[in-house]
């Protein structure tokens, strides 16, 4: 977990008021009337092979850590947003406000800080919303201000980088929509952050209420206070999904599958090995852009016996997954994950 406090809910369902249920209904029908200025690409077949997981997380399935033991509930009729602080031209945002701006779809991995190395938290979805970076430059960001600190409904914070915002082509979003629907209540509706290359704990803020320009030096997210780290992108890793542990398969050849991810720089290589073997390069799947994981998969034939194996990825900029196993505090797990099965 990402520490003392972390409500940690992977998928299942949360039961709703009716009013944020029918709050849920108006928005995902109007989002279907909104002209997008920028659509995501199609994910083509190619981006996944018959062994991988689903390239979009269904909703219900996608991870979910937070701290809230109640979820935050507001309709978009209320919604309101300020950008305040260290700007030129302080913005004071409604819900409709959100959506006269240009609206553009992005696919997005996000991954969760706490996870392990291996670990269940990374999914993937198309985001809809109006990048962050364009509200800022409206806002007009003075020098200086170092710290997008951004405050959810129920008064939790995270502090963003702003040269991460700012940064060209990074795509952070104010996100209003996730794979063709509102948001989901449990992961932010009406409105959230999402900052592709950023683990969540100071990117991915749920239930905005309200963003301030700042220094780091003047004010500290909930977990930088709680001794993790103030910049903390996300690392290049892979996940070993088949053969799960300890399965039994039949003797011949053995098909091993996962994903890798290294936003947003993307991956290039994935390799495997079998008991400390030498390594082999994996076949890869179409990447579908930088900021979303990529499939994998490799064939081994160890012979029959009880046998290890173990993947490791390298991104885009050449950076390679680390054997040295680190705890995911203060910033990111890092380690080679592997599988232990039996072929008979």
């Known amino acids: 977990g990402v520490g003392a406090g972390a409500l940690v809910a992977a998928g299942g369902s949360v039961a709703l008021t009716p009013s944020i249920e029918a709050a849920r209904r108006r928005v995902t029908a109007r989002l279907a009337t ?3 200025a920028e659509a995501a690409p199609p994910v083509p077949a190619t981006a996944a092979f018959p062994e991988s997981i689903p390239f979009v997380t269904p909703n219900p399935e996608f991870y979910r850590v937070d701290v809230a033991l109640t979820l935050p509930t507001q309709q978009e009729t209320e919604w309101v947003c300020r950008i305040g602080g260290m700007v030129d031209n302080p913005l004071s945002l409604s819900f409709d406000d959100l959506l006269a701006r ?4 992005r696919t997005i991995t996000m991954t969760c800080v706490s996870n392990e190395v291996g670990g269940p938290y990374t999914s993937t979805a198309r985001f809809v919303g109006v990048e962050l970076r364009d509200l800022l430059l409206e806002a007009g960001v003075q020098p ?7 405050t959810s409904l129920d008064a939790w914070t995270a502090g963003t980088p702003t040269d991460v915002v700012m940064e060209p082509g990074r795509g952070a979003l104010l996100a209003v929509g996730m794979n063709g629907e509102a948001l989901p209540a449990e992961h932010g509706f009406p409105v959230r952050m999402v900052v592709p290359g ?6 991915a803020t749920k239930w905005l209420a309200d963003i301030e320009l700042t220094t780091f030096d003047a004010a500290q997210g909930y977990w930088l206070q709680r001794g993790w780290g103030k910049f903390a992108p996300v690392k290049t890793q ?14 011949g050849p053995v098909t091993v599958a996962g994903i890798a991810w290294s936003q947003p720089d993307g991956i290039s290589r994935v390799e495997v090995r079998v008991d400390g073997g030498a390594w082999q390069d994996a076949e890869l799947a ?3 852009n930088g900021s979303t994981w990529r499939m994998w998969r490799a064939t081994v034939d160890p012979g029959p016996g009880s046998h290890t194996v173990t993947a490791r990825a390298t991104d885009a900029a050449g950076r390679t997954q680390p054997e040295e196993r680190v705890p995911p505090i203060p910033d990111g797990a890092t380690g080679w994950p592997s599988t232990i099965f039996t072929t008979a």
């Open 198 to 203: 950023l683990y969540g704990f100071l990117s």
């Open 238 to 251: 892979c996940r070993i999904d088949t053969p799960r542990g300890f399965q039994r398969l039949a003797a």
């Open 34 to 36: 909104v002209p997008l």
């Open 144 to 150: 200086g201000a170092d710290q997008v600190l951004s």
């Open 286 to 288: 179409t990447e579908v």
């Open 102 to 105: 240009p609206l553009v779809e």
